[in-house]
């Protein structure tokens, strides 16, 4: 079975993600008394390499280094995607992340997103669908130096509420933007037992899943 795609014809769903894409990579390393944040930032530019190989466009912002609010609130109107790249401190994001969001989303309110989607005529309803960000989409890729089964397995810490579980309130926070979730990836038991070829075999093919391969400029496909 052949499909083909010309100019002007119209993608079914199974095809949409191969459309080109503008994706936000945001860089939340943190390095702790000047160490660390090798690992994220490894798994950073191998997400800007791979996606720009995809045929997408990229953009980028590396936290610790500063940014300017209103120009990232300018970021989340551009992208169609962004990818947080973080470690985990104390089982959430690092205070810089979360600073990062505060100020960004804060001042994004009138841009990025409304309010926070309810009427007085009707209090009780509606809560987090103020975003104006709606059809983008948000996907995180974190480090752990917790095991897997930490997550997963009912009695263990997380108590088997797995990773999204652990995240809830991150995935919440974008998604009153507007976002939907894309699948997270995850590093686990990256201290104690660390490897780095399989971390980014793996989130190579997690990326390449995720984003496919973008349309040609000739806007040309053939899928046989």
């Not at 009912?154 to 919440?172: I, Q, R, T, W």
């Not at 699948?183 to 390449?208: G, I, Q, S, W």
Request: one cysteine or more.
């Amino acid at each position: 079975m052949e499909f083909e795609l010309r100019r002007g014809e119209s993608l079914t769903n199974e095809f949409n993600q191969r459309i080109k894409m503008k994706i936000l990579l945001i860089n939340g390393r943190a390095p702790f008394n000047g160490k660390g944040g090798k690992l994220n930032k490894t798994l950073h530019e191998l997400a800007k390499k791979t996606l720009q190989a995809l045929r997408h466009e990229t953009g980028e912002t590396t936290i610790f280094e500063g940014y300017d609010i209103e120009g990232e609130v300018e970021k989340f109107l551009w992208m169609d995607a962004v990818i947080w790249q973080m470690p985990a401190w104390w089982m959430g994001e690092p205070w810089l992340v979360k600073k990062y969001v505060d100020e960004v989303f804060m001042g994004g309110i009138g841009k990025i997103v409304a309010n926070d989607g309810r009427h007085s005529a009707s209090p009780n309803d509606g809560y987090g669908t103020g975003g104006l960000i709606k059809g983008k989409s948000h996907m995180l890729s974190v480090t752990w130096n917790a095991p897997l089964q930490a997550f997963e397995k009912p009695g263990d810490f997380f108590e088997g509420v797995g990773v999204d579980g652990v995240y809830l309130h991150f995935h919440k926070a974008n998604e009153f933007l507007g976002t939907k979730r894309l699948p997270t990836f995850m590093c686990n038991d990256v201290v104690k037992n660390p490897d780095v070829e399989r971390f980014t075999k793996d989130y190579e093919a997690h990326l390449k899943k995720g984003f496919r391969l973008a349309l040609t400029d000739s806007n040309e496909f053939i899928c046989s």
